[in-house]
């Protein structure tokens, strides 16, 4: 089978490997692949596979462009599956599926998880519980919509990912700051041009955690288990741990909530990742994304269940059934971790972690000799991450915890990035 993926995300480059041991045939279209390379420890194994082609496309993100392309690359060699592991081209994958009369997500539907503003205006009325929230096509806008949400609030571009650009406001330093650092922001990097819709939203106080789910060709959506969250302090909303487990207190009400909330938006094909603020008053929408989980939680959901989901994305899109990586009796849970300063890193070890129980491994996003920024912003600022199992989600976590101090960090300060 030949599979088209348009982008990916670092830890998604598994899926490709595993497509290609399994002895498909996968095209990449990328408009930087140098990125997966600097990222991924798997990548230059996997794009110099001869079963794996790399095209560098800076028109990946144009749909237009895009669709000619993937015509063009059928027309040569047909496609069989079109996935994509990476948020921003969730619109794309859809569009290109419809295009080529394969397995997908509905465009609409593809759109409404996508773009935070259409969320949360589809569900008005629909008895979801969502913060209140005021949605601006405008930057100059953004000051009137905070004034009606009132502080606290949160802002985040519609269009966002990894937490980046999502902020706290309090008093009106904050949003001035933050005005001032939107109006730097024209694209996401990898040619992902920005749309200029803001949501600003009530601040709700909560546990954050979401629901994973598969929802099968038709629309039938199949709960699978509940990933919580750690996370870093105000400003910014930086995830530091992840936990998949089943279980949680809340489970029949958000697996209810999570199904009613998809059917309504019209998703109706994928693994989808939907997070949930757990208020005083109940699970409250966050946001939806259509798409698998991103990080290394894939992997965790591995763990626990014995089924890849990395591998069971590209076998939906191949309109196969994929098997559902229901969680297990094992927890996994991973922690992430940043640097306290700008710098150039010069050592990670992770040695002392190999002996401490339910330690499963570690891994740094960087190399010996490259600058690192300051953990501050979003989830791009993170150097690595550990991953541990236990019988428990209250034992895997305090394991997780109690390991971070058994990262050997060192870091040339100074040093111009």
């Given at each position: 089978?030949h599979i088209?993926?348009i982008?990916?995300n670092?830890n998604?480059?598994?899926g ?5 041991e399994?002895g498909h045939d996968?095209t990449l279209?990328?408009?930087d692949p ?6 991924s420890?798997?990548?230059?194994a996997?794009?110099e596979h001869?079963?794996c082609?790399v ?10 462009a ?8 059928h ?9 994509t592991?990476?948020?921003y081209?969730?619109v ?6 419809q ?11 593809a759109?409404n ?6 969320t949360?205006?589809?569900l008005?009325g629909?008895?979801v519980r ?8 405008d930057p100059q806008?953004?000051e009137?919509a ?5 502080f606290?609030?949160?802002?985040k571009?519609s269009?966002g990912t990894a937490?980046l650009h999502v ?7 904050d ?5 001032a ?6 694209d996401?990097?990898?040619?992902v ?6 949501l ?6 909560g546990?954050?955690?979401s629901v994973?789910a598969c929802?099968q060709?038709?629309?039938k ?5 509940i ?6 302090g105000?400003?910014?909303f930086?995830e530091?741990g992840?936990?998949?487990f089943k279980?949680h207190?809340?489970?029949d009400e958000l697996?209810?909530m ?6 309504h938006?019209g ?5 989808i990742?939907?997070e949930?603020?757990l208020s005083q ?7 939806v994304n259509?798409?698998l989980?991103?990080?290394v939680?894939?992997?965790l959901?591995?763990?626990?269940s014995g089924?890849?989901p990395?591998?069971e994305?590209?076998?939906q ?7 559902h990586p229901?969680?297990?009796d ?12 700008d ?5 990670i070890?992770f040695s002392?972690?190999?002996?401490l129980?339910?330690?499963?491994d570690?891994?740094?996003y960087r190399?010996p000799g490259?600058p690192?920024s300051r953990l501050s912003?979003?989830?791009f ?12 989600r209250?034992?895997?976590?305090q ?8 990262i050997h960090l ?6 111009a990035?």
């Amino acid at each position: 089978m030949h599979i088209l993926m348009i982008e990916c995300n670092p830890n998604g480059i598994a899926g490709i490997a595993n497509a290609l041991e399994l002895g498909h045939d996968v095209t990449l279209v990328s408009a930087d692949p140098d990125f997966y390379l600097n990222v991924s420890p798997l990548a230059k194994a996997a794009f110099e596979h001869p079963r794996c082609r790399v095209i560098k496309s800076d028109d990946a993100f144009v749909i237009d462009a895009l669709l000619a392309l993937a015509k063009r690359l059928h027309a040569e060699k047909p496609v069989h599956g079109v996935a994509t592991y990476s948020e921003y081209h969730t619109v794309h994958t859809a569009t290109v599926a419809q295009a080529l009369g394969l397995p997908g997500m509905s465009v609409e539907g593809a759109l409404n998880a996508r773009h935070k503003h259409r969320t949360r205006t589809k569900l008005a009325g629909s008895g979801v519980r969502q913060p209140r929230f005021a949605h601006v096509s405008d930057p100059q806008q953004v000051e009137a919509a905070v004034r009606e949400i009132g502080f606290p609030c949160v802002v985040k571009p519609s269009d966002g990912t990894a937490s980046l650009h999502v902020l706290h406001l309090t008093n009106e330093k904050d949003l001035e700051q933050y005005l001032a650092e939107l109006a730097k922001i024209a694209d996401y990097g990898r040619g992902v041009v920005r749309i200029p819709d803001i949501l600003v939203e009530e601040f709700v106080e909560g546990e954050l955690v979401s629901v994973e789910a598969c929802v099968q060709q038709g629309g039938k959506v199949v709960n699978l288990g509940i990933t919580d969250r750690a996370l870093s302090g105000f400003p910014y909303f930086i995830e530091m741990g992840a936990t998949y487990f089943k279980g949680h207190p809340l489970q029949d009400e958000l697996f209810a909530m999570n199904e009613k909330v998809l059917t309504h938006l019209g998703v109706d094909f994928g693994f989808i990742h939907t997070e949930y603020l757990l208020s005083q008053d109940g699970p409250v929408l966050c946001e939806v994304n259509g798409r698998l989980i991103g990080g290394v939680v894939p992997s965790l959901m591995q763990l626990s269940s014995g089924v890849d989901p990395y591998l069971e994305v590209i076998r939906q899109a191949l309109g196969e059934t994929p098997e559902h990586p229901v969680p297990g009796d094992v927890v996994a849970s991973v922690r992430w971790f940043g640097s306290p300063v700008d710098g150039t890193l010069s050592k990670i070890d992770f040695s002392q972690l190999k002996n401490l129980p339910g330690y499963h491994d570690a891994l740094s996003y960087r190399a010996p000799g490259r600058p690192v920024s300051r953990l501050s912003k979003s989830n791009f600022d993170w150097l690595g991450h550990m991953v541990f199992t236990g019988d428990s989600r209250e034992q895997v976590n305090q394991r997780c915890e109690a390991a971070l101090d058994s990262i050997h960090l060192e870091l040339a300060v100074g040093v111009a990035k």
